[in-house]
């Protein structure tokens, strides 16, 4: 099954690869050092989005080559999927290499949004964006102006990007929830395609793909980033999965139209993002600037009150896993299709 090969390929990838980027992160000295704000006490590489980007790449160019089922979805319709792709792949490579740059030298916040920005919107050349969508009532489909369907697909990249930038705050953390997120996100697909529109079916079943491919590759990386890590993502591994998952969700759970298929992916993220917004809130309050890092974000709070660090990651996998049992549950008695 292609899902599966998906899966066991970025799996196997990321934790064949993440060892060579915990050695090009010490030969060119991109390490993580232990800060004031930080929770970590000896100095530990950060470039450990080589090996998540790696294993889907990996994953992508073996099923390319081997997989004659992942050829014929993508050459459905004039090779429209396959641009998509193409797309998501232009973009998803250009914030890895921002994160890269990032992490050795320290980008500029303006630079670091204008990049963002250019990358949602190679995608949305390329296809990817929303486009519309269908109330509750009545059925009746709405589509969106071409500038607020393009401010809304930026919006909501940029917004999943610096949200699992946000939540890398303790190790295993980032990877953990993206695992759960991606893997609720195969089984939204999945569950969403039972259409009788062929190109909705096509665009789910490249969802789910993604979506499993997303999910082995942050498992993988698991093993080299739980408590305690031997290696960080960095900035190149955030971007990018946040990155993947919000595309993901536009190419599949965003296609079905409905408006109640949007609270989806935010029910299985409402964690984090009620942590940036909380810390967003802070900030302006105290007058600080809105990415200035600090040590008032819901796991730091937890750790004072005593809880360890693999407690705290845990109860942040166990919330993020019921608020994805809700959105499934969502999923299947709203009938978002």
């Not at 969106?144 to 369907?149: Q, S, T, V, Y």
């Not at 990249?157 to 991606?182: C, H, K, P, Q, Y």
């Amino acid at each position: 099954m292609i899902y599966l090969a998906a899966f066991v390929l970025a799996l196997a990838g990321t934790a064949l690869i993440t060892p060579l980027s915990i050695l090009l992160a010490k030969k060119y000295d991109v390490m993580d050092y232990p800060q004031a704000r930080k929770v970590h006490r000896q100095p530990l590489p950060r470039w450990g989005g080589i090996g998540i980007f790696g294993g889907c790449a990996l994953t992508v160019g073996l099923l390319l080559l081997f997989s004659p089922g992942f050829r014929g979805l993508l050459a459905f319709k004039d090779h429209e999927l396959f641009k998509q792709l193409t797309g998501i792949a232009v973009g998803g490579t250009l914030v890895f290499f921002l994160g890269l740059v990032d992490d050795k030298i320290s980008v500029r916040a303006v630079t670091k949004l204008l990049t963002q920005i250019i990358a949602a919107y190679i995608v949305m050349d390329f296809g990817v964006r929303m486009t519309g969508l269908s109330l509750p009532f009545g059925g009746r489909y709405y589509p969106f102006p071409l500038l607020l369907g393009q401010f809304l697909t930026v919006f909501w990249i940029i917004g999943f990007m610096n949200t699992i930038n946000l939540a890398d705050g303790l190790d295993g953390m980032a990877a953990g929830i993206v695992a759960i997120a991606s893997g609720t996100f195969f089984v939204v697909a999945l569950l969403q395609n039972n259409t009788a529109i062929l190109v909705l079916s096509k665009q789910l079943t490249l969802a789910a793909i993604l979506a499993a491919m997303l999910s082995g590759a942050c498992l993988g990386f698991l093993l080299f980033n739980f408590n305690p890590a031997k290696v960080f993502m960095g900035d190149s591994g955030a971007l990018f999965l946040g990155f993947m998952l919000a595309v993901i969700c536009v190419v599949g759970t965003l296609k079905s139209t409905a408006v109640m298929a949007v609270f989806i992916p935010i029910t299985v993220v409402a964690l984090p993002i009620l942590d940036v917004a909380l810390a967003l809130f802070r900030r302006m309050r105290k007058g600080m600037g809105l990415m200035t890092p600090d040590k008032e974000h819901i796991h730091h709070h937890l750790l004072r009150y005593g809880w360890t660090h693999r407690e705290v990651v845990l109860l942040i996998y166990v919330v993020t896993l019921i608020l994805s049992i809700g959105a499934i549950v969502l999923t299947v008695v709203k009938g978002v299709v």
